[in-house]
């Protein structure tokens, strides 16, 4: 039982990051990042690559990881993204899009990285325990780091210019114009800021479960499940999905043999929608 | 099928509605029936292609029908799959034959369409968009864990239709499939239904305040994309003969969605031009197959960039370049 609380923990932070970083995307931009999951899975494969291949320590792995996803991130917006957005008619344009970006960089993952699964050697040895449950060194390490970097997000997206800039920016585009606000600036650092996070995520995880090219898709769909359990666009909806959804996958995987454990997380979820087809904190189509 | 098409024949002399069905469907048809098998006679290989090419536009026809009410529909590889099952254990289990399993599969997954559809489409955009992906990927591993027919949920052996032996057999019935769903959809559009559809996809709150029964429209929007999803499942289960839970997967969805979108979503010609053009297209460049899924995000982002309402668009907007350039 202790174990299925510390495997949940542990899997709530680390979702948390990848929550977090869609819903900043989501919220500023109002596009649905469908790649998502594969700038996870590039951060996973920058910090393998970093860390295996150029023996370089974990920490420069994990930055460059944040750096060149963020990069990225803030590349798409600017080329791609903000193009669209201020062309397209329809609204699933954007989403459209953003599958394109995902098919692309899953694409150019597997051509530069291959397919391989590719994992690191844990950072830190040795195991705590817990009670009657087992915890690796280096998993606390991965909670810490996660924790941190969530509560870091938090005080900047509450209590700097820019992260109220972000903010105003997400409850209305036109009047944070007004103020004065650099909007494409702005829209800019919040997809970086996202992209980045997800690449976090990923070189994270790799230490723990190992990453490989096609992971993208799988990603995405369980970011999906958090922000529809929390809420679309709500910080602390995004949150509450992860910790959610970490602790019934936790629980799944030491009651169910394989694969059920997800059939019936979907099957919760679409009797939840149809309770509460916002999530729990989300506006009513807002 | 044939009797349906020559019956609008002989009634067109008189009822204009069906002169114009006529005309619609009459390229199309002229293209699929002799074009088509005279340019690939002799070519198996080719005519595959183009049975799939049909097959799957089927499929997308299906989409476009849910992309008309506005919603962005990622379940299709759901529904295809639930009809692909239904087919393969009716034939396999029951011995049925694909002439009475094609409808079935089609019913089956309408109703499934119904029952899962009429709560899930109070959802709007991103959220419908959402559910629906996960719906493919509960389908999936729904099968996994059901079907003890053989290892991994496949099933095998499954029977092809009795009387279709050649890849030319095979394809006609796949251009039939496609005639029957183009000329159903395109009755369906340019209905009252159709004009509904089109006013929910503006503003679903105003349809409803004149009176119209929105909930109930969506609902069977959804169920008829869903039969055309699982009589194409329910086909390529038949030709292919066999199917697995990975048969289609949320990449199959995404691609359904998106061979509407590049053939444009105001015409219901578009899945099908976006559907052959993409599949011919990859055909082709065969040699640099190690790059095919890269050219297709790739070209999925430039059409986004220049032709946000699809290749069928292009005619209109060169039709105003030319004009603002004399």
Redesign the interface.
Known sequence: MEQILVNGAILSANYALIALGITLI?GIMNV?NFAHGQMFMIGGLIVYTVCVVFKLPYAVGLLSAAVAVGLIGMLLERT?FQ??MR???????T???A??????????A??VFGEKQRGIPPMVSGVYRLGSAFLPANRLLVFAISLALIAAVLLFVNFTRQGRAMRALAQDRTATMLMGVDVNRISMLGFGLGAALAGIAGGLLISVSGVNAGIG?AIS?KA??M??IGG?GVIGGALLGAVALGFAEAIGYALFPG??T??LI??A??LF??IR??GIMGKP?G | MATSTEAAGTIGATSPGSRKALIAILPLAILLYAVVPFILRGQPYWLNVMTNAAILSFGSLGVWVTFAIGRVNIAQGAFALLGGYTTAILSTVFGLSFWLCLPLSGVVAALVGTLIGWPLLRLRGIYFAMVTLSLTEAMRLLFLNTVTLHDGGGVLNIPRPAGIDTPLDFYLFAATLLLVGYLAVWRLAGSRIGWVFRSMRQNEELAMSIGINVARYRVFAFAFCSAMGGMAGASFASLQQNIYPATYTVTDSINFMLYCFLGGLDFVLGPIVGTFGLIIAFELLRSIQEYQALLYGALMILVMLFLPNGVLSLPSILGRFWRSGR
Request: net charge negative.
């Open positions: 989501f649905l791609l193009r669209v062309i397209s008619s329809r609204e699933e344009n989403m459209l899009l599958v394109g970006t995902a098919l692309l960089l899953e694409n150019i597997l051509y898709t769909t999906f499940i922000i529809m679309a694969s059920v997800y059939l979907f099957t979820l679409i929608l149809l087809p916002q189509w």
